[in-house]
């Protein structure tokens, strides 16, 4: 049963709650009906399905479309009267996206966002949020930037010569950049605006489910929605007042000379290779021994080799303890390992938090986690019926693109009468470090836990431009294969164009294209991209098919038998199940004792 048609039904019509999707649906909006129904109900008068939660709607707002078509009630309809149907805390992208589409949908709409600062506070933010203001775009601008000098490297093969070496004005870049933000902020005001979204300036903080106090005015909405984003956080360490973070790199007043960044995750290797493009020095310490956490172990292992090679300096398995300031304003960075000097800056990319403080979430009951992340179900929905929530201050999947598809599938659910539940699978992201990374789908290691047996295969090549260039860059390809089904599990690469590359692909993996299909499509040439659809011949297949619990019986045996069962043996070096030439013969072994051979 389709829950975004407007289904007209009559008497002799049954309607037959069968599925156990739509049994799920019902529970989670409850149809308001004056009908009693046990496991089916006829229907005498005409009426649309939507959720309880939307079938309230005030008939006050009448200029705007009515959600609810209800047949008669004795309970009759909610009689209270909303400003909004929907008010947004929060312009970033998922709150521009959940509101405007409301407002398309017919919803009346509002949405508060703090004053606009390059650099966000607890009294400024701006429309467009993170990844408008302080993240991906002015990030992408200076990795623009910084990749100049690379292919000025790159031309002195190609028979470029300059008199002089190019010089970089950081100020330029700044202005530029800035120029380029205010103007973003004023198309995504004009967005909300021709939309029919009412935009109100000033902080907003949740009294009760229905009401929205920003600066001391209250606004009453039908639903309020949280999209408030994230933050980054910095340890409290001795001399963390000396540090900045991603918000206060993407401003300021002059370049780094030497700059030590903490982090090994996709910020910390962004700004690294933008500073190093730039010609500051860059030390990146990280507490682990790879960079990336979470990344295929291929891959993390080729973009820190090739950012060595253009003259980052890793610090692995380095946890900060203090941070000092001489008396010539120098930095220095003391880890358990050691101090570091004469860094002009610090910079500390150690993750961020949901921005969930002062926002009177606590005061209206709605749940969180323990690193303030708002708490809600697969629609979206808070533990308050009333209250909603998307993007990274939920902390699912903290991507702009996912906080868009979250705020569209919203919007959906509450104005469209249509129960939509954002899609997660194959996801596709990048790094935009230098090489950048992109990638959609399993990595080796969660192919190899979820399907067992799987074919690998990589390509590690110099491409044609460096060829004659002459510098040691390199690209790295990865696919990862089910062997059961041929179906494209897993693609990443590390090299120039990757975003753009997997972008593209990303949706091969979402459709569920298999490697014959990879095969059978005609590459351009002369392109990096090719090697995706002519890799040919597996690196490795891993075969690990085995039921858990045969698995457990086999190892049983064995020891019953007095093999000598080790760890590595029988889980590998990584920790992944695997049985060796060894273990096989072994394998057999017991099995041909247990048939009573």
């Not at 490795?540 to 457990?552: D, F, L, T, V, Y």
């Amino acid at each position: 049963m389709n829950m975004a048609a407007a289904t007209s039904l009559s008497s002799s019509h049954k309607l037959t709650f069968s599925s156990s999707h739509l049994q799920t649906l019902c529970r989670k909006f409850p149809l308001s009906l004056s009908l009693n129904f046990s496991s089916s109900l006829s229907l005498s008068k005409p009426l649309t399905l939507v959720p309880a939660s939307l079938s309230q709607r005030p008939s006050s707002l009448s200029p705007r479309r009515r959600f609810a078509v209800r047949a008669e009630s004795e309970n009759g309809a909610d009689s209270r009267h909303y400003d909004f149907d929907l008010f947004t805390i929060g312009a970033g992208s998922g709150g521009v996206r959940a509101s405007r589409f409301a407002a398309n949908f017919g919803a009346s709409v509002a949405v508060c966002e703090l004053p606009f600062a390059a650099i966000s506070s607890e009294t400024t933010g701006g429309v467009g949020g993170t990844c408008v203001l302080r993240g991906c775009v002015p990030k992408k601008l200076l990795v623009y930037s910084s990749k100049f000098s690379h292919e000025f490297d790159e031309s002195g093969g190609f028979g470029w010569k300059f008199e002089t070496e190019p010089k970089h004005d950081w100020s330029t870049l700044m202005a530029n950049k800035n120029a380029e933000l205010q103007r973003l902020t004023g198309i995504y005001k004009n967005i909300l605006n021709n939309a029919g979204v009412i935009l109100i300036e000033g902080r907003g903080k949740i009294v009760d489910p229905h009401t929205v106090d920003v600066d001391g005015k209250l606004y009453t909405a039908r639903h309020i929605l949280i999209a408030v984003g994230g933050r980054p956080f910095i340890p409290e360490i001795p001399g963390s007042e000396h540090a900045i973070d991603s918000d206060a790199a993407l401003d300021l007043p002059s370049k780094p000379t030497k700059i030590g960044i903490v982090g090994g995750g996709y910020i910390a290797l962004e700004f690294a290779g933008i500073f190093n493009g730039l010609n500051s020095d860059v030390h990146v310490f990280i507490r682990q021994k790879k960079v990336l956490r979470g990344f295929d172990e291929d891959v993390r292992d080729f973009v820190a080799e090739q950012m060595s090679l253009r003259g980052i300096e890793f610090h692995t398995e380095e946890l900060p303890q203090a941070i000092h300031k001489s008396a010539d304003g120098s930095l220095s960075l003391k880890t358990n390992k050691g101090t570091v000097e004469g860094f002009s800056h610090i910079m500390f990319a150690t993750g961020r938090r949901p921005n969930t403080k002062n926002l009177g979430l606590e005061g209206v009951g709605v749940k969180m986690s323990k690193n303030g992340a708002i708490e809600v179900d697969e629609f979206s929905q808070t533990s308050v019926p009333s209250i909603w929530a998307v993007g990274d201050v939920t902390d699912r999947i903290n991507l702009t693109p996912v906080a868009l598809m979250e705020g569209g599938a919203l919007a959906k659910t509450l104005f469209r009468n249509e129960p939509t539940i954002p899609d997660y699978r194959a996801v596709p992201s990048a790094v935009f470090s230098q090489p950048p990374i992109g990638q959609v789908g399993l990595t080796e290691e969660q192919a190899m836990q979820e399907y067992g047996d799987i074919d690998v295969y990589t390509s590690n090549f110099r491409p044609l431009k460096a060829t004659v260039s002459g510098l040691p860059d390199r690209v790295f390809m990865k696919l990862i294969v089910c062997t059961k089904t041929d179906k494209v599990l897993g693609l990443h690469m590390c090299g120039e164009d990757s975003p753009e590359i997997v972008q593209g692909f990303a949706v091969a993996v979402r459709a569920g294209l298999t490697k014959a299909d990879f095969d059978a499509t005609v590459g351009i040439h002369p392109t990096s991209a090719e090697e995706l659809v002519t890799m040919r011949t597996p690196t490795r297949k891993i075969r690990n098919s085995s039921p858990p619990e045969q698995e457990r019986l086999i190892l049983e045996l064995k020891l019953q038998q007095g093999f000598d069962i080790k760890f590595e043996s029988i889980y590998g070096d990584n920790g992944t199940p695997t049985f060796g030439e060894n273990n096989k013969q072994a394998e057999e072994k017991t099995t041909n004792w247990w048939m009573g051979n």
